[in-house]
């Protein structure tokens, strides 16, 4: 069984080019996180999918940042027009139901911004 | 908004000794509170969960204690090895109908041979 994984794994951009990061959950897992993670901090919560359906962005700093899981299994975070500040590890989780408590994590997507 | 604060400074101890972690939060009790490892470059993995109602959790060379009077959590490794070495993460729960945690800033455990 292949766990969660990511896509890029690095990615270098300049300030203000638009990135994409893409997330294969674990199959046939309902939710999935999105996390960002700053160097020495814990990962930070940014948004939440239940099957196709975003049901938390609270945690999305701008609206610079948008993410979509079209078709409740594949997830992309996209950030525009990217700055300095959203330099980090960007992680995905996902588990197998909503009221599963294990989040399994992706090796994260490190993003720095130039 | 929860607060947690685990121990910010690196945790080196030797192998064999037992390591312990803590993990303290400032607002409401969660309903349950999770530890994972992260090593570098690569995402957290769960390693133990404990509910509210339950004031020790062991699983192998790991023990997890949670005081709900205190607010604290201790994360134990006994026999430590070299192995052990990562960043070990502490998460709560957070009320709201579906498993959204909130996430410590970890601490970093070197076990010396």
């Known amino acids: 069984g292949a766990g969660v994984s990511q896509s890029p794994r690095y990615k270098v951009a300049k300030r203000g080019q638009d990135v994409a990061l893409r997330c294969d959950p674990i199959s046939g897992h309902v939710s999935l996180f999105w996390y960002q993670q700053a160097l020495g901090q814990g990962p930070e919560f940014l948004t939440y999918?239940?099957?196709?359906?975003?049901?938390?962005k609270s945690g999305l700093p701008s609206d610079r940042f948008f993410a979509e899981r079209p078709e409740g299994s594949v997830s992309t975070l996209k950030i525009q027009r990217t700055q300095q500040e959203d330099s980090a590890v960007y992680l995905c989780?996902?588990?197998?139901?909503?009221?599963?408590?294990?989040?399994?994590f992706g090796p994260g997507t490190r993003l720095l911004v130039l | 908004s929860q607060k947690i604060e685990q121990n910010s400074e690196a945790l080196n101890i030797q192998e064999g000794k037992t390591a312990t972690l803590t993990c303290n939060y400032t607002?409401?009790?969660?309903?349950?509170l999770q530890w994972y490892r992260q090593d570098p470059g690569r995402g957290p993995v769960f390693l133990l969960l404990?509910?509210?109602?339950?004031k020790e959790k062991r699983k192998e060379r790991l023990k997890v204690t949670f005081d709900t009077t205190l607010k604290q959590s201790l994360f134990h490794i006994t026999a430590s090895q070299p192995a052990d070495s990562a960043t070990y993460l502490c998460?709560?729960?957070?009320?709201?109908?579906?498993?959204?945690?909130?996430f410590g800033t970890g601490t970093k455990l070197q076990v010396i041979p």
């Open positions: 607002n409401y009790s969660p309903a349950y």
């Open positions: 989780a996902s588990s197998l139901a909503e009221t599963e408590e294990t989040q399994y």
């Open positions: 998460a709560l729960d957070i009320p709201g109908g579906y498993q959204k945690v909130t």
């Open positions: 404990i509910r509210e109602n339950e």
């Open positions: 999918f239940q099957n196709e359906a975003q049901l938390d």
